[in-house]
């Protein structure tokens, strides 16, 4: 039950990390294993000394969008536009050509909506009811950035947004593979977009999290343009790869671990690639079951966030040379877990 | 190849109308609202001080003094909710754990409490870090899972005020598919100073109880609380001598890509949604005998939702009331869409079309039956609800009563 009835083509990918725009910094980074972390900056926290994150500084939103448009879009959005924009292009998705209803979007998506909230109830602590922005308000809400993107790009498909801890982007391709088995939808974007602020930092210090899941958090967005494989072939779409299968179990049951692995991997074990994805404490133990030649870490490199599994899944579909098998393993801490494999290439 | 007919077979609730499934049944048929005014929070600088909140809430009647410090507002909700909806299901130990999901429509979550760690940081003031834990909305499906020893699919969908109509749906369809045996799906909210404070900033909030579809409506009246469904496979269910007491038949999703607050004003789009709904479910809108309208009571809302009906049920409109139980429970934004969900299936079960309460005059635009002057019997046993969201988010659930003819589907 794990695979679908119909294959899921990859057509396009892109991404924004702190290693760049698109995937091609992120794929450089994890061949040459250089670390695009930097410090945290040593005024915004007090014990912030060696921890580093990866705040996507060189991002302007004005590159991508209008200035006035970019203003009225909070982080999230303004990485999921720009992303959006380019995976869309990459799959060569005029969204004209393809009615916008045909087209949906099925983000993960982390802390986003939390900055904005935290502006708007800081001007209300600050100043009450006048210091209250309805601008920023809109933009309190998790599916803000799916929303502008389907504003953006005309997209009227199924629309979804999920946030489940490490495994939020891995949640989403779930959900848009399925719509497009159904029939709900003939491409979907999918994938997950994140943001990282000071004041999360601060959150994260007020909880202990900093030196443990926080060090070395990330931000970002990686969204992967998926359709069904005899759809992309009829409009002449270059199938970068295929997914074959996602399992999903919410809990490893302590004592019953093996039977959730089971449903986790319950065919293949070898692999060429393997991405690891999400809290590497929580995925580390899944390891042990599977082997494979190349594994990756990108969160080591890029920084790790709740929904990173749009990055990773775009750059394994990168590394995957035709006809090679890949495994994306992503973990949370307290679940859940995700199992989804992909074939290289088209094989048709 | 026969498409399994989706059961349900437990629900569960609490909210600021009702405790529990038989107390709010009682307040769905006889219209009784719980609007009132708030002691959650400060809410004097608001032109609405209203909403319909949980009252006479005690953590400590249901939970150890730990827990009630560790879990959210919202999470003790859904918790609550969640254990009454399995308990009617009787699915406790029916099948292997990791053949149980959970799916969680999530909204402001644990904001209430994170706004008060803000608050003290803010002033400067050493803030309670335990504030902050349920933030985000995916902490109530875990909390769920490892609570209740469900060890299949976790999702939290967050798609605002249409997010637990969706967790429902996409549950079912986990199901469907055979990814799960059985899925406990719903939402959960609570009341927080962001929302109360935010709706009020747009100018959305009814200073006086909420009255869609009326003549000098003005908004919404906000809601809190929880509810859940359990859903298996109607002939697994029946297998384990489970009582039916519905039937998700299908459900649709789309996004209107038309402006982050305005709903897309024609109604094309949430006409659409509720004929993919239909077509999902196998279903001419002919079957369909009225409609839990996403009827928040705000101007624009409710004449977009009449036209839509009007694209989609034709010359038979004025056959389908469109009712709002909204000015029963207020609008419970993240758990909005599995509360009036189960309004639905009380309703259905009943054989009544419940009343739109807080009727204030007839408005020209909204020229459809809202049974504004009481409940309706019917003997119609499939009815839609509606959840409509920020961002134009919107979802519809095809609901069939227990009392379903099997030929359905």
């Known amino acids: ?348 | 190849m026969t498409v399994p007919r989706i059961a349900i077979t437990g629900m569960g609730i609490i909210c600021g109308a009702a405790a529990n499934i038989p107390v709010f049944r009682d307040a769905i048929l006889e219209g009784k609202s719980g609007v009132g005014p708030v002691d959650l929070f400060d809410v004097a600088a608001f032109p609405s001080q209203i909403a319909v909140q949980v009252k006479e809430y005690d953590p400590r009647a249901w939970f150890t003094r730990r827990q009630a410090t560790r879990l959210s507002r919202t999470d003790q909700f859904a918790l609550l909710a969640a254990q009454e909806a399995l308990s009617m299901s009787g699915l406790a130990g029916c099948y292997d754990p990791y053949d149980i999901g959970v799916c969680v429509g999530g909204g402001a979550a644990g904001m209430f409490q994170a706004e008060q760690w803000l608050a003290a940081e803010l002033r400067g003031e050493t803030a309670r870090p335990a504030h902050l834990r349920g933030v985000l909305p995916d902490k109530t499906c875990t909390e769920l899972a490892q609570a209740l020893c469900l060890a299949g699919y976790q999702g939290s969908v967050t798609t605002a005020c249409s997010s637990s109509a969706t967790a429902i749906g996409w549950g079912a369809d986990l199901i469907r598919c055979g990814r799960q045996k059985a899925m406990l799906c719903g939402g959960a909210d609570s009341l927080a100073l962001l929302t109360f404070a935010g709706f009020n900033s747009l100018k959305v909030m009814d200073p006086e109880p909420c009255a869609p579809f009326s003549l000098g409506r003005q908004g919404i009246t906000l809601g809190e609380g929880a509810a859940f469904v359990v859903l298996e496979e109607e002939q697994a269910a029946r297998s384990r001598g489970a009582d039916i007491i519905g039937y998700l038949l299908g459900y649709a999703l789309l996004g209107e890509a038309h402006h982050m607050t305005a709903p897309e004003p024609s109604g094309e789009s949430a006409a659409r949604v509720m004929t993919a709904a239909l077509s999902a479910a196998g279903l001419a809108p002919g079957r369909v005998g009225w409609v839990n309208a996403h009827g928040t009571g705000t101007p624009a809302n409710d004449v977009v939702e009449s036209n839509a009906m009007k694209q989609v049920f034709g010359d038979r409109v004025q056959q389908v009331p469109l009712i709002s139980t909204k000015p029963i429970t207020g609008h419970c934004l993240g758990a909005a869409g599995s509360i009036e969900a189960v309004a639905t299936l009380l309703a259905l079960n009943a054989k009544t079309i419940p009343r739109t309460l807080h009727f204030r005059g007839k408005d020209p635009e909204c020229d459809l039956d809202y049974c504004h002057d009481a409940n309706r019997p019917s003997d119609c046993s499939i009815a839609l609800s509606n959840s409509f969201a920020f961002g134009g988010n919107i979802t519809t659930l095809v609901l069939g009563s227990a009392a379903l003819p099997e030929e359905v589907c």
């Not at chain 1, 959005?77 to 924009?85: D, N, P």
């Open chain 1, 1 to 348: 039950m794990e695979s679908f009835s119909c294959p899921i083509a990859v057509t396009g990918s892109s991404a924004v990390t702190v290693a760049g725009y698109g995937l091609q910094p992120v794929l450089e980074a994890l061949r040459n294993r250089r670390c695009c972390l930097h410090p945290v900056p040593e005024d915004l926290l007090k014990d912030a000394e060696g921890l580093l994150w990866g705040r996507a500084d060189s991002f302007r939103a004005a590159d991508f969008m209008p200035p006035l448009k970019a203003r009225k879009l909070d982080r999230c959005s303004q990485f999921a536009v720009a992303a959006a924009g380019r995976a869309l292009a990459e799959a060569g998705i005029i969204t004209d050509s393809i009615p916008g209803e045909r087209i949906g979007i099925a983000l993960g998506c982390g802390f986003g909506g939390i900055a904005n909230s935290a502006e708007f109830l800081a001007g209300y602590f600050q100043q009450g009811v006048a210091g209250l922005s309805p601008v920023l308000f809109p933009n309190t809400v998790a599916n803000a950035p799916a929303s502008n993107v389907s504003i953006e790009y005309g997209i009227k498909g199924p629309n979804i947004t999920f946030v489940q801890r490490f495994c939020s982007a891995e949640s989403a391709v779930l959900a848009a593979c399925r719509f497009i088995e159904e029939g709900r939808a003939d491409v979907m974007l999918a994938g997950g977009v994140d943001e990282l602020t000071p004041l999360m930092m601060k959150g994260f210090a007020a909880l202990g999290q900093l030196h443990s899941h926080a060090s070395g958090f990330g931000e970002g967005a990686g969204i992967l343009v998926l359709e069904r494989a005899d759809h992309a072939a009829s409009r002449g779409a270059t199938i970068k790869a295929r997914i074959q299968s996602i399992a999903t179990v919410g809990l490893l049951l302590p004592g019953f671990e093996q039977q959730g692995l089971n449903r986790l991997l319950p065919n293949r074990r070898c692999f060429d690639q393997l991405m690891v994805s999400g809290a590497e404490t929580a995925v580390r133990p899944l390891l042990a079951a599977v082997q494979a030649p190349q594994t990756h870490f990108p969160g080591q490199l890029i920084g790790r966030s709740l929904a990173m599994g749009g990055v990773t899944l775009g750059a394994l579909t990168g590394l995957l040379q035709p006809g090679q098998q890949g495994l994306h393993l992503a973990a949370s801490p307290e679940g859940p877990c995700f199992a989804i494999t992909l074939e290289g290439g088209d094989p048709a």
